[in-house]
């Protein structure tokens, strides 16, 4: 999937130590939930990049910029009466930060969401503090639902969560 500069596509054995290179940072990390590895080893990455090649339709990507990979974007869908929602979640290398990417990137992925697994429904949780990714989900059309107060503990920091979601028939 490609809108012309960013692209999404299926993770390769060989993504391993850039993966561990872009991850190995607490400026990511203080933005995920705390099963994301911190510090992130090539080991941690080898073990991601096996559960990615397994899972079928695919639902994590390599997200690539002007061709190189420079960050990671999953949908993750739901089970039982949830099961027509997935749950969106991604990271990008902090040295590509503000260029617009993960825009991109999150618009690309509900396309492929809505269209090639059938979900009807994304959503997810941002910490009240990461300002960035909620104006990227606002971006690409997810309105925020909730918030859940004082749900969160992160790195010894109580703080809320804002939920936000977006619909397949949204029109944006
Ligand atoms: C959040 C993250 C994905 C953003 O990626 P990005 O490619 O830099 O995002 P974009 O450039 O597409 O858009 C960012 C928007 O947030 C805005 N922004 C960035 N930092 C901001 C801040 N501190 N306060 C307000 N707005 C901010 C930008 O101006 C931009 O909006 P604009 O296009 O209207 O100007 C990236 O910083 C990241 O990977 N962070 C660590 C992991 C993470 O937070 N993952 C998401 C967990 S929910």
């Not at 073990?47 to 997200?63: G, S, T, V």
């Amino acid at each position: 999937m490609t809108d012309g500069l960013v692209a999404l596509r299926p993770f390769t054995p060989g993504d391993r130590k850039r993966l561990a290179e872009l991850a190995d940072n607490v400026n990511i990390f203080r933005n995920l939930r705390d099963g994301f590895p911190h510090p992130y080893s090539e080991a941690d990455a080898e073990r991601f990049i096996d559960m990615a090649m397994k899972c079928e339709p695919p639902q994590l990507f390599a997200i690539e910029y002007r061709g190189e990979y420079v960050g990671n974007i999953g949908i993750h869908p739901k089970k039982d009466i949830y099961r027509l929602g997935a749950e969106i979640g991604y990271f990008l290398g902090e040295d590509y930060w503000h260029l617009g990417i993960m825009s991109r990137a999150v618009k690309l992925a509900c396309e492929y969401a809505f269209r090639e697994l059938g979900m009807i429904r994304i959503d997810t949780g941002v910490f009240d503090y990461n300002v960035a990714s909620q104006r990227v989900l606002e971006k690409c059309g997810f309105i925020k639902e909730g918030v859940f107060r004082k749900s969160v503990i992160k790195m010894g920091r109580i703080c809320d969560e804002v939920r936000y979601a977006r619909l397949k028939e949204a029109d944006f």
